[in-house]
């Protein structure tokens, strides 16, 4: 009889085991809700650079234990179920007492509910009813049989409700507090861990009263769970304040933060951008937006030279309806005028068409039917090829681009990132030379940051670890000559020894400025993004200032350079500490009726000399100029001299 009914337990048990089996088979826990969650974007040390939120607009993050501070973790289990590490995700004593409390009050005074629980009725809301309670008790052992204990609490800290559209713990640390979940301390975390209690009546923002009675009551209950905490530390963090309002969700680089993200699907995407650096490049973008017309705007790229890995992107005024916001602006097609000169004249370099001290004549001249002018309408006469392409004359341009060939300029630079868009039908020409084809920001710094980097070509990368094969675009000699023309001050003031370049399109449409020293490359546009002109916008005055502001942003290149850099570099850390006379430049023509002439030279080890025609000037040595009145019309012949006999001279002409 006893063997029976032995065996007829063990039947019903197992039969009961294979009842519960199967029904766990066909009603598995529903992880729907985890899938669905937004996106947060890290710059290169983790921080967070922008959020996205969820589709319908919800901001949920998926959220770990090892995501939140170990005391929010202390706090949640004192507060909510004290025997969460020890139950199989049912609590029986706390079950007991809820039902005892409501029978007695005759309604419900606590719910009874185990983290399980409530991790189960977050995953699969419903209505608060006893058959609901059921279906929660049933889900947490499922759950417990599935998951680890630290899962389980996973799935609380990332779907519990933060007031609002807000749900987990790390959104809801980034919108009451303004960082990272990891780095708030007990009060803080306290008050996450009890508004999810009643999530709209405990919302700081609007009952701050109530938030700061619920937390304080989370911090008791800690201290009684937890003896060993000090009175001392308990007054202080119920002395602290709630928040007086709900703080903007990270929200920097928002153009490229979509593009990364774009048919992404891990919650967390890594970057290359530098938050403190995409900040500045914000700031800067943002007051020069306030001084540009209507419908104007501008995109900005700072990225490091050697890697190509991007530091700061500003694609436009994001959201800005009358300035296109929602376009990246740093993919626009446009005409880049003369920012590509720099690149034909390396060319031109290697074919040993021109060295940069060729001397040449820039005067009227035709090229068959086609007969380009200067920027200023005038022409410079003999001049060398050096001071052509610093002055960015265009006769010169086009004439060696008639020398080397369309199509070998167009192959460089393809090579070097950059392949022109020309219009259906239109083959490559001499006005290539002068920014006729069509490139962007992004190809314009691959090109810029190829002549900084010995010629070599790569892809800008976003994100750590990507990076495309390097092509030779330039021989790397040409490629450091370029560099070293190239390195001129700021006419408006900035850091120095930067190489710079700028262009602007037929009628002001585009203003470019693009420029490297041994560390970086930095890029501006500033135009309409329907194309229509910018009356006065030139890259010299509109964009090379905010070329200039970046540069400041950024460390200074070392000098001399270090160990390993790129072959271009040398040569460019050369082309800093060179001296040279800034002014007048060669073949310069001055006013006789000018007081004085304000003679400047940069680079070279000071003391600096400077001389005319042989004869000695008045100079302060700790200065880098002086002043000449000139004895009347005719030809000077302007030197400079530094410490160390180095040279630097200039014919000029005073009518």
Same mark, same amino acid.
């Given at each position: ?16 085991? %294979? ?429 810029? %940051? ?206």
């Amino acid at each position: 009889m006893g063997r029976r009914l032995a065996l007829a337990s063990l039947a019903a048990l197992a039969t009961l085991a %294979a009842a519960a089996f199967a029904l766990d088979r066909l009603y598995p826990p529903n992880l729907a809700r985890l899938a669905v969650h937004g996106t947060e974007v890290l710059d290169r040390e983790g921080r967070s650079l922008a959020v996205l939120p969820a589709p319908g607009g919800l901001w949920r993050l998926p959220t770990t234990t090892a995501d939140v501070p170990p005391h929010l973790l202390d706090l949640l289990i004192a507060a909510e179920d004290r025997r969460f590490r020890h139950h199989p995700g049912v609590d029986p004593i706390a079950l007991a007492r809820a039902a005892f409390q409501w029978a007695r009050a005759g309604r419900i005074v606590s719910g009874g509910s185990t983290l399980t629980m409530q991790a189960a009725r977050l995953l699969e809301p419903r209505p608060r009813t006893l058959r609901s309670k059921a279906i929660e008790i049933l889900r947490a052992l499922q759950l417990e049989a599935h998951y680890s204990k630290e899962e389980i609490l996973g799935l609380w800290l990332t779907l519990a409700p933060m007031g609002g559209n807000l749900e987990g713990a790390r959104v809801g640390a980034l919108a009451w507090f303004g960082r990272p979940v990891a780095q708030l301390d007990p009060a803080e975390a306290a008050l996450l861990v009890a508004i999810p209690r009643r999530p709209e009546a405990l919302r700081p923002d609007r009952h701050p009263e109530a938030a700061r009675a619920a937390r304080d009551a989370v911090l008791t209950e800690r201290a009684r769970a937890a003896p060993g905490i000090s009175p001392a530390d308990t007054a202080a963090a119920l002395a602290r304040p709630v928040p007086a309002f709900r703080r903007k969700l990270p929200q920097a680089a928002p153009h490229l933060a979509r593009e990364l993200a774009r048919g992404a699907t891990e919650a967390r995407i890594a970057s290359t951008l530098s938050l403190p650096l995409q900040r500045a490049a914000e700031a800067i973008a943002a007051r020069a937006l306030r001084d540009l017309p209507e419908r104007a705007s501008l995109a900005l790229i700072v990225a490091e030279l050697e890697s190509r890995e991007v530091l700061a992107l500003v694609g436009g005024e994001f959201g800005a309806a009358n300035r296109a916001g929602m376009l990246d602006l740093t993919r626009a097609v446009r005409s880049p005028g003369s920012a590509l000169k720099p690149a034909l004249y390396a060319l031109a370099f290697e074919a040993g068409i021109a060295a940069p001290e060729t001397l040449l004549t820039d005067l009227p001249r035709r090229f068959g039917a086609y007969a380009p002018e200067n920027f200023d309408g005038g022409f410079a006469g003999r001049i060398t090829v050096a001071d052509a392409l610093r002055q960015s004359l265009n006769l010169p341009a086009v004439a060696l681009l008639a020398e080397l060939g369309p199509l070998r300029f167009v192959s460089a630079l393809k090579a070097a990132g950059a392949p022109p868009r020309l219009p259906p039908g239109v083959d490559p020409a001499l006005p290539l030379a002068l920014g006729g084809l069509g490139t962007t920001l992004r190809e314009l710094m691959a090109v810029q %940051a190829a002549l900084g980097d010995g010629g070599r070509a790569r892809p800008l990368v976003f994100r750590p670890g990507e990076g495309g094969a390097v092509r030779q675009a330039f021989a790397p000699r040409a490629a450091a000559q370029v560099a070293g023309i190239l390195v001129n001050p700021f006419p408006a003031g900035g850091p120095p020894g930067i190489a710079w370049k700028t262009g602007t399109s037929w009628g002001g449409r585009d203003a470019w400025a693009v420029g490297f020293d041994a560390r970086h490359v930095a890029g501006v546009w500033v135009g309409r993004p329907d194309g229509t002109p910018l009356p006065g916008a030139t890259g010299a005055r509109t964009a090379l200032p905010l070329l200039a502001q970046l540069f400041e942003r950024l460390p200074p290149a070392p000098r001399p350079a270090l160990p390993g850099r790129p072959a271009a570099t040398p040569a460019l850390a050369e082309a800093v500490d060179r001296l040279r006379l800034v002014f007048p430049p060669p073949g310069a023509v001055l006013e006789e009726d000018a007081p004085h002439v304000t003679l400047r030279a940069s680079g070279g080890r000071r003391p600096l000399t400077f001389l005319v025609d042989g004869r000695p000037l008045p100079a302060e040595p700790a200065k880098r100029e002086a002043a000449w009145r000139p004895e009347g019309p005719g030809f000077y012949r302007v030197t400079v001299l530094d410490a160390e006999g180095s040279a630097a001279r200039a014919e000029v002409r005073v009518r």
